[in-house]
T-cell receptor, first 113, second 115 residues
Framework: GDSVTQMEGPVTLSEEACLTI???????????LFWYVQYPGEGLQLLLK?????DKGSNKGFEATYRKETTSFHLEKGSVQVSDSAVYFC????????????FGKGITLSVRP | EAQVTQNPRYLITVTGKKLTVTCSQN?????MSWYRQDPGLGLRQIYY???????DKGDVPEGYKVSRKEKRNFPLILESPSPNQTSLYFC??????????????FGSGTRLTVV
């Protein structure tokens, strides 16, 4: 079945450091790919998405490019802030009777001042 | 404000006592779904609904029931809760049932503890 694999965490960075969170997927067909963010005590929020190969999703300084050849969707940010501290989930969805999201396990990012 | 509203936010209950977690969305979304989030397991789908009166099982449906009598509401029912259903539950909705590109809007979550 479909699956999403995220790098092991947690990740701790200093403010203004560069961030890369790896995500790879296994799926048949042509899934859409997403990054969701969960701030402490809150629900998940859509951070960015890409619906086809070579698409780049971007939002709030975060970027991710849909790489079909490597089945990857790595999340990047050039300069993280303390307010970016959260749990980040990579996910995929396919067209069909149940357009469910298949999630990775999530990774906790802590940014220290 | 467009949102998915879950209630309650926190619930502690005893084994076997029936409970309902409510979910309501105000965006006229077709698709609604319930997930549970457990440490080390990420989020797993419990049930989903393509539209009114259309529901089906997700990956972990055992011990749960749902109904979709109105488009905006999708309650999650635990007829006889057990401790292994202690978890963080999220309701989510999406505009179209069959379109993979929209992503979901999530509720704020319900933390359920069954003792």
């Amino acid at each position: 079945g479909d699956s999403v694999t995220q790098m092991e965490g947690p990740v701790t960075l200093s403010e203004e450091a560069c961030l890369t969170i790896n995500c790879t997927y296994t799926a048949t067909g042509y899934p859409s790919l997403f990054w969701y963010v969960q701030y402490p005590g809150e629900g998940l929020q859509l951070l960015l998405k890409a619906t086809k190969a070579d698409d780049k999703g971007s939002n709030k300084g975060f970027e991710a490019t849909y790489r079909k050849e490597t089945t990857s969707f790595h999340l990047e940010k050039g300069s993280v802030q303390v307010s970016d501290s959260a749990v980040y989930f990579c996910a995929l969805s396919k067209t069909g009777a149940n357009s469910k999201l298949t999630f990775g396990k999530g990774i906790t990012l802590s940014v220290r001042p | 404000e467009a949102q998915v509203t879950q209630n309650p936010r926190y619930l502690i209950t005893v084994t076997g006592k029936k409970l309902t977690v409510t979910c309501s969305q105000n965006m006229n979304h077709e698709y609604m779904s319930w997930y549970r989030q457990d440490p080390g397991l990420g989020l797993r789908q419990i049930y989903y609904s393509m539209n009114v009166e259309v529901t089906d099982k997700g990956d972990v449906p055992e011990g749960y029931k749902v109904s979709r009598k109105e488009k905006r509401n999708f309650p999650l029912i635990l007829e006889s809760p057990s401790p292994n259903q202690t978890s963080l539950y999220f309701c989510a909705s999406s505009l179209f049932a069959r379109d993979r590109g929209f992503g979901y809007t999530f509720g704020s979550g319900t933390r359920l503890t069954v003792v």
